[in-house]
């Protein structure tokens, strides 16, 4: 089966900066691959997905970057603002199934005022 | 338009007691599925559903039993609750075509003793 490993498990970054998480996975029949955001207490939720045949995708402060060669996908978020901090999660599955994605581990990610 | 409905919120159970944890929707989703989260691990496909009468496992079934009689509902069934299954439970459902977006429910914390 699909195993999606997520780096680094904790970021924490100033006010301003951008973070960068990032992610690999074993499939390489995958073709979804969406970030969600789970603040705490709260259930996950989209903030952007990439299917295999674009190669970036951006969202105004959040880009996703895939290189299916290498089988990695990173999520990038510039100008980070306080209400940035949660932990975000990848997940690697297929376009004709997003309910059998598989998740990273999760980052957490902490933007200092 | 209630999205992704799951009861209850929190449950404490003792180990060998059986319980059904609820899922609704009301977005016509073809695809609805159960994860566990635990802390550090993500979150971990436990059974999904590609439409009423339809079901398969996904990463962890073990010890839970799922049926979808109707589209809208897919309950999730602890056959004999254990300590390792104290985690908190997210429904989530999606479409079969155009936006994969996964709708999750706002999670059910379980505590086995």
């Known amino acids: 089966g699909e195993n999606v490993e997520q780096h680094p498990s904790t970021l924490s970054v100033q006010e301003g900066d951008s973070a960068v998480i990032k992610c690999t996975y074993s499939d390489s029949a995958s073709n979804y691959f969406p970030w969600y955001k789970q603040e705490l207490g709260k259930r996950p939720q989209l903030i952007i997905d990439i299917r295999s045949n674009v190669g970036e995708k951006k969202d105004q402060r959040i880009a996703v970057t895939l290189n299916k060669t290498a089988k990695h996908f990173s999520l990038h978020i510039t100008e980070t603002q306080p209400e940035d901090s949660a932990v975000y999660f990848c997940a690697a599955g297929y376009n004709t199934n997003a309910g059998k994605s598989t998740f990273g581990d999760g980052t957490t990610l902490t933007v200092k005022p | 338009n209630a999205g992704v409905t799951q009861t209850p919120k929190f449950q404490v159970l003792k180990t060998g007691q059986s319980m059904t944890l609820q899922c609704a929707q009301d977005?016509?989703?073809?695809?609805m599925s159960w994860y566990r989260q635990d802390p550090g691990m993500g979150l971990r496909l436990i059974h999904y559903?590609?439409?009423?009468?339809?079901?398969d496992q996904g990463e962890v079934p073990n010890g839970y039993n799922v049926s979808r009689s109707t589209t809208e509902d897919f309950p999730l069934r602890l056959l004999s609750a254990a300590p390792s299954q104290t985690s908190v439970y997210f429904c989530?459902?999606?479409?079969?075509?155009?936006?994969?977006?996964?709708?999750f429910g706002e999670g059910s914390r379980l505590t086995v003793l």
């Open positions: 559903s590609v439409g009423a009468g339809i079901t």
């Open positions: 977005m016509n989703h073809e695809y």
């Open positions: 989530a459902s999606s479409y079969s075509s155009g936006r994969r977006e996964l709708f």
